[in-house]
C-alpha cells in the first residue's frame, strides 16, 4: 500500500510538500506583517526574484545531469561588464547586449567543453572559472561600474506593465518554454537518463559530450541574460554583480526537490522552491529580521530540503 | 506524514527563529509589527554596506542610541556580504514597508539611483553615510569628513613616518566603492605633490572580507621586500596588516619598524598593535556617532526642519555642513589616547 503510493505519486507528492511549505510561508508573513500582503510587495518580489530564476533554469538541468555548475555569478558578471565595456567603447547598447549575451555562452562553451569532451569534473572545472572569470573583471573594469546606460535599455529590468515588472513577464515566460521543453523533448529525457545511468545512455548511441556541451553553453547563455537584467535592474554594470548567487540559485533547485546526484527533479519544483526562498527573504527583511537570522533560516530549509531528498530517495 | 511533519517543523522554525530575530538585533523596535508600538512613531531604516566587521556593529550601537533618544523606531539591518543587488533588494523591501526615512551607506553609488528615486517620490527621507552617492536624489551625505581630507591625512601620516621616500602599498575594502576610490586618490595625489619620492607600488581589495585581507597583507610583504609602508582604507585592513607584520617579525623575516602602517580601523581592534608600536596612528571617526548624526538627520528632515552649518547634535556635538554634505569630524588613535575609546 505505501509502496503503491509512494510510486505512483513521487513527483507531484513532493511539489505538493514544497507547495504547502509556500503556502505556509505566505499565511505566516501574511499575519506577521501589514505590508506583506499587497500586490506592489508581491511585484516587487517578483522584480526581485529574476536573475536567481533565470540562471536556476540550465541550473536545475545540469544538477539533473548529475553535474553541477558552480561559476554562474562570475559568468554574470563577466557578461555585465563585458557589456558595459562595450557599451563604453560608443557601441549601440543592443549589440553590446549581444556581446554580453555571446560571452557568457562563450565561457559557457569552455566549461563544456572541458567538462564534457575532457571528462574533467564539473565542479573542479566550475569552481576554476569561477574565480578566473571574477578575476578576468576586474582586470577588464579595474573594479569600478560602469553606467550611463540610455533609458531605453532600462525598460529590461526597471519597466512595469500595468502592475507587473516586465522582467518578471520574460521570467515566466522562459520558465514556461523550458517546462515544456522538459516534459516533451526527447533531449529531456536524454538529460534525466544521464543523471541515471550515464553508461547505459553512452551504449545506446547517444552524445553524452553533446548534450553535456549543450547543456553547459545553456547555463552560460542565461547567465548572461541574468546578467543583462541585472545591469539593467541597478543601472550600474559592477565587478561584485552575482557573487554568491550560484547558492541562492543551487538552494532554490535543491529545496525545489532536484536530486543532487541527479536523475530526479523538475522545473515546477525549481519554481517552488524559488518562490519559497525569495518570500522567506522578503518577510524576514519586512518584519526586520537581521541577515544573520535569515541565514540561518535559508541554511535550516535547505538541511530539511535534502534530508527529505534522501528519504525518497531511499 | 513524515512529510507532513517535515512541513510542521520547517514552519515551527522559521516562526521561532524570526520570532528571537525581532528581539535580539533591534531592540529599539520592540513590537512594530501588527503595529502594537506606538503607531506615530517613525520609522527608520538604517543600511550599512554589510553585516559583521566591527566598524559596522559599533555604528549599530549609535542608531539604536538615536533611536531610543529621539523616540523613534530604528531597523538597522544589510546583507551579510557588501553586495549592491541584495542591498537594493533589502531597501525595496524597506519601501514597501512604509519606512519614514533610509539611510544608506551605498556599495555601488551609481545602482542606488533608481531605488533613490523611487524613494524620494513616495516621500521618504534619503540620507547617505560612511560613503556617497552624489550622483542621485540623496538628501543630504552624512561623514566624518571629505574622503580627499582622510585621504590626505592617511597619506601625510605615512609619509612623515616613514621619511618621505620608498615604497608604499594601498589596501583596500573595495576597488568599485566610491569612498575607498576617493580617498586612495586623495592620497595618491597628496604623495605626488609632496613626496615625489614615495611609489606607490600597488593596491589590493579584500571585497570587506578579513582573510582576504590578511592573505593580501601576506602576499605584500613578499611580494615587496623593499615595502616601507601601508595604508589601509578600511576598518579591516590595518589590523590585517599589522598581524602580519608583527607575525613576520615574530618569525625573523622582518625587523620591527622596518614597515610603518596607518590607516582607518576602529581603535578597540587595533589597540594591541598601537601598544606594541606596529602601528603608530590611527585614524578613525566615531561609527556610532555617525549612525547618530544619520538618525538625527533624518528625522530633522522628516520633521521638515532645516539642516544649517554649526548646527549641535546631540551626543556627536557640532557639526560642519557644507551643500548637502554634514561632516562630523575625525579622531586620531595613537598610544597616548588608545585606551579612552570604548569602541
Same mark, same amino acid.
Given at each position: 500500500m505505501?509502496?503503491?503510493?509512494?510510486?505512483?505519486?513521487?513527483?507531484?507528492?513532493?511539489?505538493?510538500?514544497?507547495?504547502?511549505?509556500?503556502?505556509?510561508?505566505?499565511?505566516?508573513?501574511?499575519?506577521?506583517?501589514?505590508?506583506?500582503?499587497?500586490?506592489?510587495?508581491?511585484?516587487?518580489?517578483?522584480?526581485?526574484?529574476?536573475?536567481?530564476?533565470?540562471?536556476?533554469?540550465p541550473?536545475?538541468?545540469?544538477?539533473?545531469?548529475g553535474?553541477?555548475?558552480?561559476?554562474?555569478?562570475?559568468?554574470?558578471?563577466?557578461?555585465?561588464? *563585458?557589456m558595459?565595456?562595450?557599451?563604453?567603447?560608443?557601441?549601440?547598447?543592443?549589440? *553590446?547586449?549581444?556581446?554580453?549575451?555571446?560571452?557568457?555562452?562563450? *565561457?559557457?562553451?569552455?566549461?563544456g567543453?572541458?567538462?564534457?569532451?575532457?571528462?574533467m569534473?564539473?565542479?573542479?572545472?566550475?569552481?576554476?572559472?569561477?574565480?578566473?572569470l571574477?578575476?578576468?573583471?576586474?582586470?577588464?573594469?579595474?573594479?569600478?561600474?560602469?553606467?550611463?546606460?540610455?533609458?531605453?535599455?532600462?525598460?529590461?529590468?526597471?519597466?512595469? !506593465?500595468?502592475?507587473?515588472?516586465?522582467?518578471?513577464?520574460?521570467?515566466?515566460?522562459?520558465?514556461?518554454?523550458?517546462?515544456?521543453?522538459?516534459?516533451?523533448?526527447?533531449?529531456?529525457?536524454?538529460?534525466?537518463?544521464?543523471?541515471?545511468n550515464?553508461?547505459?545512455?553512452?551504449?545506446?548511441?547517444?552524445?553524452?559530450?553533446?548534450?553535456?556541451?549543450?547543456?553547459?553553453?545553456?547555463?552560460?547563455?542565461?547567465?548572461?541574460?541574468?546578467?543583462?537584467?541585472l545591469?539593467?535592474?541597478?543601472?550600474?554594470?559592477?565587478?561584485?554583480?552575482?557573487?554568491? !548567487?550560484?547558492?541562492?540559485?543551487?538552494?532554490?533547485t535543491? !529545496?525545489?526537490?532536484?536530486?543532487?546526484?541527479?536523475?530526479?527533479?523538475?522545473?515546477?519544483?525549481t519554481?517552488?522552491?524559488?518562490?519559497?526562498?525569495?518570500?522567506?527573504?522578503?518577510?524576514?527583511?519586512?518584519?526586520?529580521?537581521?541577515?544573520?537570522?535569515?541565514?540561518?533560516?535559508?541554511?535550516?530549509?535547505?538541511?530539511?530540503?535534502?534530508?527529505?531528498?534522501?528519504?525518497?530517495?531511499? | 506524514?513524515?512529510?507532513?511533519?517535515?512541513?510542521?517543523?520547517?514552519?515551527?522554525?522559521?516562526?521561532?527563529l524570526?520570532? *528571537?530575530?525581532?528581539?535580539?538585533?533591534?531592540?529599539?523596535?520592540?513590537?512594530?509589527?501588527?503595529?502594537?508600538?506606538?503607531?506615530n512613531?517613525?520609522?527608520?531604516?538604517?543600511?550599512?554596506?554589510?553585516?559583521?566587521? $566591527?566598524?559596522?556593529?559599533?555604528?549599530?550601537?549609535g $542608531? %539604536?542610541?538615536?533611536?531610543? /533618544?529621539?523616540? %523613534?523606531?530604528?531597523?538597522?539591518?544589510?546583507?551579510t556580504?557588501?553586495?549592491?543587488?541584495?542591498?537594493?533588494?533589502?531597501?525595496?523591501?524597506?519601501?514597501?514597508?512604509?519606512?519614514?526615512?533610509?539611510?544608506?551607506?551605498?556599495?555601488?553609488?551609481?545602482?542606488?539611483?533608481? %531605488?533613490?528615486?523611487?524613494?524620494?517620490?513616495?516621500?521618504?527621507?534619503?540620507?547617505?553615510?560612511?560613503? /556617497?552617492?552624489?550622483?542621485?536624489?540623496?538628501q543630504?551625505?552624512?561623514?566624518?569628513?571629505?574622503?580627499?581630507?582622510?585621504?590626505?591625512?592617511?597619506?601625510?601620516?605615512?609619509?612623515?613616518?616613514?621619511?618621505?621616500?620608498?615604497?608604499?602599498?594601498?589596501?583596500?575594502?573595495?576597488?568599485?566603492?566610491q569612498?575607498?576610490?576617493?580617498?586612495?586618490?586623495?592620497?595618491?595625489?597628496?604623495?605626488?605633490?609632496?613626496?615625489?619620492d614615495?611609489?606607490?607600488?600597488?593596491?589590493?581589495?579584500?571585497?570587506d572580507?578579513?582573510?582576504?585581507?590578511?592573505?593580501?597583507?601576506?602576499?605584500?610583504?613578499?611580494?615587496?621586500?623593499d615595502?616601507?609602508?601601508?595604508?589601509?582604507?578600511?576598518?579591516?585592513?590595518?589590523?590585517?596588516?599589522?598581524?602580519?607584520?608583527?607575525?613576520?617579525?615574530?618569525?625573523?623575516?622582518?625587523? $620591527?619598524?622596518?614597515?610603518?602602517?596607518?590607516?582607518?580601523?576602529?581603535?578597540?581592534?587595533?589597540?594591541n598593535?598601537?601598544?606594541?608600536?606596529t602601528?603608530?596612528?590611527?585614524?578613525?571617526?566615531?561609527?556610532?556617532?555617525?549612525?547618530?548624526?544619520?538618525?538625527?538627520i533624518?528625522?530633522?528632515?522628516?520633521?521638515?526642519?532645516?539642516?544649517? /552649518?554649526?548646527?549641535?547634535?546631540?551626543?556627536?556635538?557640532?557639526?560642519?555642513?557644507?551643500?548637502?554634505?554634514?561632516?562630523?569630524?575625525?579622531?586620531?588613535?595613537?598610544?597616548?589616547?588608545?585606551?579612552?575609546?570604548?569602541?
Amino acid at each position: 500500500m505505501n509502496a503503491w503510493t509512494s510510486r505512483l505519486s513521487l513527483r507531484s507528492n513532493t511539489l505538493l510538500v514544497q507547495l504547502i511549505v509556500l503556502f505556509f510561508i505566505l499565511v505566516l508573513f501574511s499575519i506577521l506583517s501589514p505590508y506583506f500582503l499587497s500586490v506592489s510587495n508581491f511585484m516587487n518580489v517578483f522584480n526581485q526574484m529574476v536573475e536567481i530564476g533565470l540562471i536556476a533554469i540550465p541550473m536545475t538541468m545540469i544538477i539533473i545531469s548529475g553535474a553541477m555548475d558552480l561559476s554562474v555569478g562570475s559568468m554574470l558578471a563577466f557578461s555585465a561588464v *563585458c557589456m558595459g565595456v562595450a557599451f563604453e567603447q560608443g557601441l549601440n547598447i543592443w549589440i *553590446c547586449v549581444a556581446i554580453g549575451l555571446i560571452a557568457g555562452m562563450l *565561457c559557457g562553451a569552455l566549461n563544456g567543453y572541458l567538462i564534457a569532451r575532457h571528462r574533467m569534473q564539473a565542479i573542479v572545472v566550475t569552481i576554476g572559472m569561477l574565480v578566473m572569470l571574477r578575476g578576468l573583471v576586474y582586470v577588464i573594469n579595474e573594479g569600478r561600474p560602469i553606467s550611463g546606460f540610455p533609458d531605453g535599455f532600462y525598460f529590461l529590468g526597471q519597466q512595469y !506593465i500595468g502592475v507587473v515588472p516586465f522582467n518578471a513577464i520574460v521570467l515566466m515566460i522562459m520558465f514556461l518554454l523550458a517546462h515544456f521543453f522538459m516534459k516533451k523533448t526527447r533531449f529531456s529525457t536524454y538529460i534525466y537518463g544521464i543523471g541515471n545511468n550515464e553508461e547505459v545512455v553512452r551504449y545506446s548511441g547517444i552524445s553524452v559530450v553533446r548534450v553535456r556541451f549543450i547543456l553547459f553553453v545553456l547555463s552560460g547563455f542565461f547567465s548572461a541574460l541574468a546578467g543583462v537584467f541585472l545591469v539593467s535592474r541597478l543601472a550600474s554594470a559592477e565587478a561584485t554583480s552575482g557573487t554568491n !548567487i550560484e547558492l541562492d540559485v543551487i538552494t532554490a533547485t535543491l !529545496i525545489g526537490g532536484t536530486h543532487i546526484f541527479g536523475g530526479r527533479g523538475s522545473l515546477a519544483g525549481t519554481f517552488v522552491g524559488l518562490l519559497i526562498i525569495v518570500f522567506l527573504r522578503n518577510g524576514l527583511n519586512l518584519m526586520g529580521v537581521s541577515v544573520l537570522y535569515q541565514a540561518v533560516i535559508l541554511g535550516a530549509l535547505l538541511l530539511l530540503a535534502v534530508g527529505n531528498q534522501k528519504f525518497n530517495g531511499a | 506524514m513524515k512529510k507532513m511533519m517535515t512541513t510542521v517543523i520547517t514552519g515551527v522554525l522559521a516562526l521561532s527563529l524570526a520570532a *528571537c530575530g525581532n528581539a535580539g538585533p533591534a531592540p529599539a523596535n520592540g513590537g512594530t509589527e501588527g503595529g502594537a508600538s506606538d503607531p506615530n512613531a517613525r520609522t527608520y531604516f538604517i543600511n550599512p554596506k554589510s553585516i559583521g566587521p $566591527a566598524y559596522w556593529a559599533a555604528a549599530e550601537k549609535g $542608531a %539604536v542610541q538615536a533611536g531610543e /533618544d529621539l523616540g %523613534v523606531n530604528i531597523l538597522y539591518n544589510a546583507p551579510t556580504e557588501a553586495d549592491s543587488s541584495k542591498q537594493i533588494n533589502m531597501i525595496q523591501d524597506m519601501l514597501t514597508r512604509q519606512v519614514d526615512g533610509i539611510g544608506i551607506s551605498p556599495n555601488d553609488s551609481k545602482a542606488v539611483g533608481p %531605488v533613490f528615486r523611487k524613494a524620494i517620490g513616495e516621500d521618504v527621507q534619503v540620507v547617505t553615510w560612511d560613503s /556617497d552617492a552624489p550622483e542621485t536624489e540623496r538628501q543630504y551625505y552624512v561623514a566624518p569628513a571629505t574622503d580627499e581630507e582622510i585621504g590626505e591625512l592617511l597619506a601625510q601620516t605615512i609619509g612623515e613616518e616613514i621619511g618621505g621616500e620608498g615604497e608604499v602599498a594601498f589596501m583596500v575594502a573595495g576597488l568599485g566603492s566610491q569612498n575607498q576610490i576617493a580617498k586612495s586618490d586623495a592620497a595618491k595625489a597628496y604623495f605626488a605633490e609632496h613626496y615625489p619620492d614615495i611609489e606607490i607600488v600597488t593596491t589590493v581589495s579584500s571585497d570587506d572580507d578579513q582573510q582576504k585581507a590578511y592573505a593580501n597583507a601576506q602576499n605584500l610583504i613578499r611580494t615587496y621586500p623593499d615595502l616601507k609602508g601601508i595604508i589601509g582604507f578600511a576598518g579591516g585592513e590595518p589590523p590585517a596588516a599589522a598581524e602580519v607584520v608583527e607575525q613576520a617579525i615574530q618569525a625573523g623575516t622582518l625587523e $620591527a619598524g622596518q614597515i610603518a602602517i596607518t590607516g582607518i580601523a576602529v581603535p578597540s581592534v587595533v589597540k594591541n598593535y598601537i601598544k606594541n608600536g606596529t602601528i603608530n596612528t590611527d585614524i578613525i571617526w566615531d561609527p556610532g556617532k555617525l549612525a547618530y548624526a544619520t538618525v538625527y538627520i533624518l528625522d530633522q528632515l522628516a520633521q521638515g526642519n532645516e539642516i544649517t /552649518d554649526g548646527m549641535e547634535i546631540p551626543t556627536v556635538g557640532t557639526v560642519t555642513v557644507d551643500g548637502q554634505s554634514v561632516f562630523i569630524g575625525m579622531l586620531e588613535v595613537t598610544n597616548d589616547n588608545v585606551d579612552s575609546f570604548d569602541f
